[in-house]
C-alpha cells in the first residue's frame, strides 16, 4: 500500500486561499495580505503530528491486510492463533517459530491446492481435497477484496478528516490574523507579484498557540 503524506495535499485543501477573501471592511485604501502556505505547511507543528498519525493509520491497515495474505489457507481457529500471536506484548522466540509454522503451512496447503488442480485423473481422495482447499481459496479471496475495499474506504475518510482539520485551522488562523491587522483580503503570497502585508509569520504563530486538536 502505498504511503501517502498529508502536507502534501495541503495545497489541495487549501485551494480557496488562491483567490481573494473579505472578511472585513475597512476604509479605503483597502489593505491587502498575503501568506505563504509553503512556510505554514513547513512550520505548522501540528501538521507532522497529523502526518505520522495517518502513516501509522496507514500501516495498521497493512498490517492487517499482510496477515490476511499470510493465513489465507489456514483454517479459522489456525487464523486466530495467528492473530494472537501476532498482537502479543511481549514478543517470545516460541512466538516466532508458531507463527513461522503457521505461515509455512498455509504456504503448504497453497501449493498443493496448485499441485492437484494439475492432476489429470485425480483419486476420490485427492477429489475431495482439492475440493475443501479450492472452497477455502476462493472464500479466502472473496475475504481479501472485501477487506481492501473497505480499509480503502476507511483510509479516504481518515485522510479527509484529518485534511479538513488542518485546513479549516488554517482558514481560521488566518481569518483571524486578517482581522487584528484590518486586511480587506488575503491572498497566496505566490499569487502575488509584488506587495501587500505578509502575515505568515502571525499566522504560523497563530496556528502553533493553539492547543492540538
Excluded at 514478543?91 to 509455512?104: S, V, W, Y
Excluded at 473497505?150 to 484529518?162: A, D, F, I, N, P
Aim: a negative charge.
Amino acid at each position: 500500500m502505498r504511503q501517502v503524506v498529508l502536507v502534501v495535499a495541503l495545497g489541495a485543501v487549501l485551494a480557496g486561499m488562491g483567490t481573494a477573501a473579505g472578511w472585513c471592511a475597512v476604509a479605503a485604501p483597502p489593505k491587502l495580505g498575503v501568506v505563504d502556505m509553503d512556510r505554514v505547511a513547513a512550520e505548522y507543528r501540528q501538521m507532522a503530528d497529523l502526518n505520522q498519525q495517518f502513516q501509522d493509520f496507514q500501516r495498521g491497515q497493512e498490517q492487517q491486510l499482510s496477515e490476511r495474505h499470510k493465513t489465507r489457507m489456514l483454517t479459522d481457529a489456525e487464523r486466530q492463533d495467528f492473530v494472537d500471536l501476532s498482537h502479543m506484548a511481549a514478543p517470545t522466540e516460541n512466538r516466532d517459530t508458531r507463527l513461522a509454522e503457521l505461515e509455512g503451512l498455509s504456504n503448504q496447503r497453497e501449493k498443493r491446492l496448485m499441485e492437484l488442480r494439475k492432476k489429470e485423473a485425480p483419486t476420490a481422495e485427492e477429489a475431495a481435497e482439492l475440493k475443501e482447499l479450492t472452497a477455502r481459496y476462493e472464500a479466502r479471496m472473496a475475504d481479501l477484496a472485501t477487506l481492501q475495499a473497505q480499509l480503502q474506504e476507511s483510509r479516504v475518510t481518515k485522510y479527509q478528516e484529518l485534511s479538513k482539520l488542518i485546513g479549516d485551522s488554517v482558514n481560521d488562523a488566518v481569518k483571524t490574523v486578517a482581522e487584528d491587522q484590518k486586511l480587506a483580503m488575503v491572498l497566496r503570497k505566490e499569487s502575488v507579484m509584488f506587495g501587500g502585508v505578509d502575515i505568515t509569520e502571525a499566522v504560523i504563530a497563530k496556528l502553533n498557540a493553539k492547543p492540538a486538536a
